[in-house]
């Protein structure tokens, strides 16, 4: 792993505060580590004050170790060890992490590396011209299996060529990144096989073929349908104005697509989701406790009641 330092004292702002409303996350958050055991937050908070500012400064760490009641050299010690802090101005649009551990080695990451020194700048941690993109190279991120990959911000595109990496790129560039879907770039899904099941697929062939057992019964037409604890939130009809979903942040088109098949179309019926609601929602998408992290209804209800301009007097941020 490359050393991490923090950014020359010329970029770095004299202050960091947060803005009201996530100093209000930053307290509820820290209330939900047991007593004595409040500086455990620190991960959380860094992350947040990065999506504030779009990376952490030095007044950032100061500001939660005094917050957490924390040395300032252990709250830099955890800046400075984990790859998804940024410690210096890095693209507005997009920054690109290039996995470059072997499996992504060996599978292609030099040439997406190339593609960012060409399309970026020929240096990582230095951004394009107009300030709007950078890139780095990183240790592995966890998706060996669909090498090589990438992660902007939160999301991983995996089994990438590199003109794909180059047209993802250009869509983020002009502003619509959030078009191009996660996950794996060749269709395969999640980490199948992209060529099918090689294995338990049947045949005459093999120990199984030699015990002469019956066939296997076909599969149903349609599974039965996913029993979850909580209540269903009550569905609608798809409206001719269906709202945008994907701006919700944990939203993106395959998760929209999900919540279209439940009934789900507009801001205002997440945001009036109470929790058993929640709780089977998240339940039904599989999420853990995404929505809550997330804050689906706080989001859902700033863009019912007023659009992108209450979503940014809410959250200091445009939605996604």
Known sequence: MSVRRLAEESVQPAEFKFSRDN??????????????????????LLMRAQEQDG??????????????????????????????????????????????TTPCMLRGSEELIRVCKNKINAQPFETNESGTL?????????????????????????????????????????????????????GRHLSAPIGGLTTLAGGDSGPAAKTKEPAAKPAPAAAPAKQVEGKQPAAMEEPADKDDLKMLSGVGPKIETVLHSIGIFK??????????????????????????REEWVKQADALARGGVEEYVRVFGKKPR
């Not at 400075?80 to 101005?89: D, E, G, N």
Request: proline letters at 5%; charged letters at 25%.
């Open 134 to 186: 950078s890139w780095e190279e990183v240790e592995c991120q966890g998706a060996c299996v669909n090498a090589p990959m990438v992660m902007i911000f939160k999301d991983a595109y995996e089994d990438l060529t590199p003109e794909q990496l180059a047209d993802i790129i250009d869509t983020f560039e002009a502003g619509e990144g959030e078009s191009v879907t996660p996950g794996p770039q060749n």
């Open 267 to 292: 801001f205002e019926q997440i945001a009036g989701w109470k929790e058993e609601e929640r709780a089977w929602v998240d339940g039904f998408l599989k999420f853990k406790g995404r929505i809550e």
């Open 23 to 44: 100093a209000a996350w930053a307290k509820a958050t820290i209330k939900k580590y047991p007593k004595g055991r409040q500086q455990s937050a620190i991960i959380p």
């Open 55 to 100: 990376w952490v400064t030095k007044a950032a760490i100061e500001y939660m170790a005094d917050m957490l009641e924390m040395p300032y050299i252990r709250a830099l010690e955890v800046a400075t060890f984990y790859t998804q802090f940024q410690l210096k101005p890095v693209g507005t649009k997009a920054h690109v992490q290039v996995c470059g």
